[in-house]
């Protein structure tokens, strides 16, 4: 038994074999520590200028609005030039500005103006880097490995959110932020050079076309294949419903169970599910991946649920492991079955939409759900919550187009034809 352990580990491991692969993802493992110390080094430069929970909140909005704005930009961009190098750009601009940050901090100047500048550059580099990179990874490790290569992202990306906040909130009490800043800077430099490592990717032979032509050329490939579509409806409805976790869930943490502490807990469980989630995805290759990726999906509705039950805490922070391990299995199945299908050449743009129109739902959300708990209480927005999260994931297993897409072991489409892997670099 334990020989055969070895050898599946050894198998689901596969593209670490691969040298692109390897030298691409250590290098996405050291920038992700770098994004997951971005929120809590942001928050406490805040705090320490004397800004409050306005100026904070301001600060992150313009960071996510930019990002949203360059994710479209950036998907283009990614289609016409080599994603490596737009990841390398990106990548140094992160570089830069949270070097920037440092040095501003460190002299007494890192006003919230300053840091609201700061997050817009970083959101926009993150907008561009987010694209190249879902575009990327076919030429890295091939159809057949998609899946195993996006678990292994999904896993590192997990351990950094559960990383990147602890070393941050460490060192911000013994040296302050502006040495989180240079850290967080230097993770970027890793990540560049990482990039520059790489072979020249495939030359697309895009230019020509318009700006606004090739963002309507990505919008048709979407509306093109219903399951796409049909699937970025259904993810923006979760993300939606789900935004009543994260608005509801520490308030309730506080008025039952004593506190930030409490609502700690219940976020380390939701880490702990991600990470699980990343080595389930890994072994785990269903024959309808979207179909048993959205059947997985509904079952996250029920952090949701306990909430509503009045559920004691321990349930809440199991309920938010098992949530957090259903959207890791199916964002990898979704990530892993748009790079199998969908053109490389337009691939950024299809995955630029894909993030803008699933995300944009959750500043929605938390701008309404105030008002709406307001008007018919918190009981009820935890259920028409409850209700957006598991009822659409379980309609769109119905449809034929979505029953349609198989895993890589079948052909789903055409395959689009080899093009010359000659680039300038």
């Known amino acids: 038994m334990a020989a055969t352990a070895v050898i599946s580990l050894h198998q689901d491991l596969r593209p670490l074999r691969i040298r692109e692969f390897r030298i691409f993802w250590v290098g ?52 016409r030039l080599p994603r490596r190098r737009v990841m390398a750009c990106a990548d140094g601009v992160r570089c830069l500005s949270q070097l920037s940050l440092g040095v501003l901090a460190a002299t007494g100047h890192g006003s919230a103006l300053v840091l609201a500048v700061g997050n817009a550059v970083y959101g926009i580099a993150a907008g561009f880097h987010g694209p190249a990179s879902k575009g990327l990874m076919p030429s890295l490790v091939g159809k057949e490995l998609l899946q195993q290569a996006a678990a292994l992202q999904s896993l590192v990306r997990s351990a950094s959110m559960i990383a990147g906040p602890v070393v941050a909130g ?145 349930w809440v922070v199991v309920a938010a492991a098992v949530g957090d391990c259903c959207m890791i299995l199916l964002n990898t199945l979704w990530d892993a079955t748009l790079q199998r299908v969908i053109p490389e050449q337009v691939l950024s743009r299809v995955s630029s939409y894909d993030f803008l129109l699933t995300v944009v739902s959750m500043p929605l959300a938390y701008a309404l759900i105030g008002p709406l708990t307001e008007q018919i209480g918190t009981s009820g927005v935890l259920l028409a919550g409850a209700a957006l999260v598991a009822v659409p ?31 300038a670099v």
């Not at 989180?180 to 895009?206: E, H, I, K, Q, W």
């Not at 318009?210 to 309507?216: G, I, M, T, Y």
Request: hydrophobic share 55%.
């Open 28 to 79: 996405h493992a050291v920038s992700c520590l770098g994004d997951g110390m971005v929120p809590l080094v942001t928050a406490f430069a805040v705090i320490g200028q004397g800004g409050g929970a306005v100026e904070l909140g301001t600060v992150l909005a313009v960071g996510m609005l930019c990002r949203l704005v360059a994710t479209l930009i950036g998907g283009v961009v990614a289609d």
């Open 393 to 423: 994931c379980v309609l769109v297993c119905l449809l034929p187009s979505v029953r349609g897409i198989t895993g890589p072991q079948r052909a789903v489409e055409p395959a689009p034809r080899p093009e010359a892997t000659a680039e």
């Open 170 to 314: 460490m060192l911000i009490p013994l040296v302050g932020t502006k040495a989180v800043y240079f850290l967080d800077s230097g993770t970027f430099a890793v990540n560049f050079v990482a990039l520059l490592m790489l072979p020249a990717a495939t030359a697309r032979g895009m230019r020509g076309q318009s700006f606004a032509a090739d963002l309507v050329q990505g919008w048709s490939e979407i509306v093109s294949r219903r399951w796409v579509a049909a699937n970025l409806v259904v993810h923006a409805l979760w993300n939606f419903g789900m935004a009543v976790f994260f608005v509801l869930g520490p308030v309730l943490a506080q008025q039952r169970f004593g506190g930030a502490a409490a609502w700690g807990v219940v976020s380390a469980g939701m880490a702990v599910g991600a990470l699980v989630g990343g080595v389930i995805a890994l072994r785990w290759r269903p024959r309808l991946p979207l179909v048993a990726g959205n059947l997985v999906l509904a079952a996250s509705v029920l952090p949701l649920l306990t909430l509503w039950l009045e559920l004691p805490m321990a």
